[in-house]
């Protein structure tokens, strides 16, 4: 009885045994496979010997190794510090420095701890200086987001601040590698045995190349290795160099493979992605959530490898900003010149009319014709100045030939807005690269419409239906074709998949129902005055709608409201918050309030506009007006929208002004029967 009892008791303990041991033994495989799962930071500063700023040598030298996924980062947003770079990669969000308090970045330190960790000196003026930007904003949250946090590798002598992103947001760092020696990549390879994320700050320039080689040759599959410059001391666009391999890898996958592009969907461009898109790109190659609070998207490996595109790229987004006023000055330069020349050739008596509307549609003509040059590529300054004047100008006198007043504005307006459609449906590739375009180079808008076109765009529209509805009387018809006009360019201008500016859908929407409300027969009543209030917040329902239809909860309208109420009222306190400063930077006040001025001359001495050519054109004018000064209340560049606004409807008055004195327009502008 006993051997066979005692053999039964051994087979149970076998198999409680054998039971025990394979769920542990997977548990084990199974961490073993997470612990392949690790990610490096490499941070590679330029050759000391060269002046700060973007690295040629470092984006060559990620060209040079096929299985790096290429790209363009954007730093920061606005004004660019290294600091500030560094932080935003640690937080995975960003807001313009100037909205800190105090703007610049406290100085940090490193000391040494117990145990082979290290604190970082200056944190706390670091975390009360987040307190006061405009939403949340979390400094170390990436390495906080870790178990057992992060690493760093790196010189104990050189660039302490490149440690922030391996810094949790107490201020510590769970690993410090300090030395002055060459077996960086050795170093980096070994603390990825023990920690998730390691940061390495690299020798500089080719050195510091040669140390990424060494890394990727020893970096395990499934291991993800993001490369990018380090930001440098200076001043510049911030527009860096960054590389990565084992995008789309797992553990036990084959670690060569051949590189591609890099695009995120914060960008939505090719070859960019954006500083605050490391951290959620290492979360989501971890397995780990991605906090709230983090307002990057992951970036992916997709479509062509192209490092040859880069800096030309760059180059052509450094160009932007500087030109942008002085091509739009060289429109009323040319205007002038045509003045004067047609004066001193013909007599002004027998020309000004007609140069006033030639030169009133050259500016209506400038939202399209800054595309050309933008299609060229980069060509110089000079090139690009005279297309723009000089096809404004020759695009305003054909329309003025071909179309008599007031009809001409119907040319750049329907040319204007269709070609702007195509171009977004197609990727914005051109209102990229235009001078009016949003200017990603600057981290604030990567796609879409910018803030310097909408008000334009509206003022267009607004300008077309004037020409198509010339002489019409006062109808619920008219007023609701102005209406439907105003929703169709309210959803391309701010569809996430096309225009994604939901200030685009406030502005056209104000705009168009101030100028329907015109139209309408009788007086203004309260019911009527309702319908304008609810105007914007019909056309932002809407485009929630479209949004979710199209892009599915993904678009630029979702974004916003992605973090619910609190995440709304963060973006409402920044926009106020920029565009109160946009009031007071540089010779804004006196602009802005040289074009109130001008509104104001405009509606006090109205009667220089009369006889109006129908009802339509003193609505266009008030809405265009409206539009802009609900622009600058709701946008972030703040008073920079009725600036736009008021030179675009100068446009308008102008050519309006430059009303022919011909027997039958006298008779086509008197008033027709109601319908």
């Not at 009527?528 to 105007?535: F, K, M, P, T, Y």
């Amino acid at each position: 009885m006993f051997r066979p009892a005692a053999a039964a008791l051994a087979a149970i303990i076998c198999l409680a045994t054998l039971a025990l041991t394979l769920p542990a033994t997977a548990a084990a495989d199974d961490a073993a496979s997470r612990d392949d799962n690790t990610a490096i930071l490499v941070l590679i500063p330029q050759d000391a010997s060269t002046p700060p700023s973007y690295s040629q040598e470092i984006a060559d030298g990620f060209a040079e190794i096929p299985q790096l996924s290429v790209g363009l980062t954007s730093a920061t947003q606005g004004s660019y510090r290294r600091e500030q770079a560094l932080l935003d990669i640690s937080q995975g969000t960003r807001v313009s420095r100037s909205t800190y308090d105090p703007s610049e970045v406290p100085p940090v330190g490193l000391a040494r701890m117990v145990g082979g960790g290290g604190v970082v000196e200056g944190w706390d003026a670091i975390l009360d200086r987040a307190e006061t930007a405009p939403q949340t904003i979390e400094p170390g949250l990436l390495a906080s987001s870790i178990p057992g946090g992060a690493a760093y590798v790196g010189d104990a002598t050189k660039l302490q601040e490149t440690v922030i992103p391996a810094t949790n947001r107490l201020g510590y760092v769970s690993s410090l590698a300090l030395a002055d020696t060459t077996d960086t990549a050795r170093r980096a390879i070994r603390q990825s045995h023990r920690y998730r994320l390691v940061v390495v700050a690299t020798t500089p320039g080719r050195p510091g190349l040669r140390e990424l080689r060494q890394i990727l040759h020893m970096r395990r599959p499934g291991q993800l290795v993001i490369a990018t410059q380090t930001p440098p001391l200076a001043p510049i666009l911030p527009l860096l160099p960054i590389a990565a391999a084992g995008l789309d890898e797992n553990a036990g996958d084959p670690v060569e493979t051949e590189g591609k592009g890099l695009t995120s969907d914060t960008t939505n461009l090719p070859n960019l992605v954006a500083g605050i898109d490391i951290a959620p790109t290492i979360l989501d190659h971890l397995g780990l959530t991605i906090p709230d609070a983090m307002t990057g998207k992951p970036f992916r490996a997709e479509g062509k490898r192209q490092p040859e595109e880069l800096t030309p790229f760059r180059d052509r987004l450094d160009e932007l900003g500087p030109r942008r006023n002085a091509a739009l000055a060289f429109v009323f330069v040319g205007w002038l010149i045509l003045y004067l020349a047609a004066g001193a050739i013909a007599g002004r008596e027998k020309v000004s009319r007609r140069v006033r509307r030639i030169g009133g549609l050259a500016v209506l003509w400038i939202p399209t014709v800054i595309l050309v040059p933008a299609a060229l590529g980069n060509p110089s300054a000079e090139v690009e100045y005279s297309l723009i004047a000089g096809l404004a100008l020759l695009f305003g006198f054909l329309s003025d030939r071909f179309l008599g007043w007031p009809r001409a504005t119907l040319v750049p307006a329907v040319v204007g807005l269709t070609v702007i459609t195509v171009d977004l449906v197609l990727g914005s590739h051109l209102i990229t690269r235009s001078i009016l375009g949003p200017n990603p180079g600057y981290g604030s808008r990567f796609y879409g419409i910018g803030n310097e076109l909408k008000p334009a765009l509206m003022v267009l529209l607004l300008a077309g239906l004037g020409a198509a509805l010339t002489g019409r009387p006062k109808s619920r018809k008219n007023a609701l074709i102005v209406l439907g006009f105003g929703l169709a360019l309210g959803m391309v201008l701010g569809s996430g998949r096309l225009g994604a500016g939901v200030g685009a859908a406030i502005i056209v929407a104000s705009a168009t129902a101030v100028a329907a409300l015109m139209m309408l027969p009788g007086k203004l009543t309260w019911r009527r005055g309702a319908i304008l209030v609810a105007a914007p917040v019909i056309g932002l329902a809407l485009l929630a709608v479209l949004d979710l239809a199209t892009a599915g909860g993904q678009g630029h309208y979702s974004s916003v409201l992605s973090g619910g109420e609190s995440g709304f009222l963060d973006d409402v306190r920044r926009r106020t918050t920029l565009a109160w400063q946009q009031l007071w930077n540089g010779d804004m006040p006196v602009v802005t309030l040289t074009c109130l001025l001008a509104a104001a001359y405009a509606i006090r001495n109205r009667e220089m506009f009369k006889p109006w050519a129908g009802p339509i054109w003193p609505a266009a004018l008030v809405g265009g007006l409206a539009g802009g000064l609900v622009g600058s209340f709701t946008e972030d560049s703040g008073p920079l929208l009725i600036v736009v606004a008021t030179i675009t409807l100068t446009g308008v008055c102008s050519y309006l002004l430059g009303r022919p004195d011909s027997p039958r327009l006298r008779s086509e502008e008197s008033p027709q029967r109601q319908e």
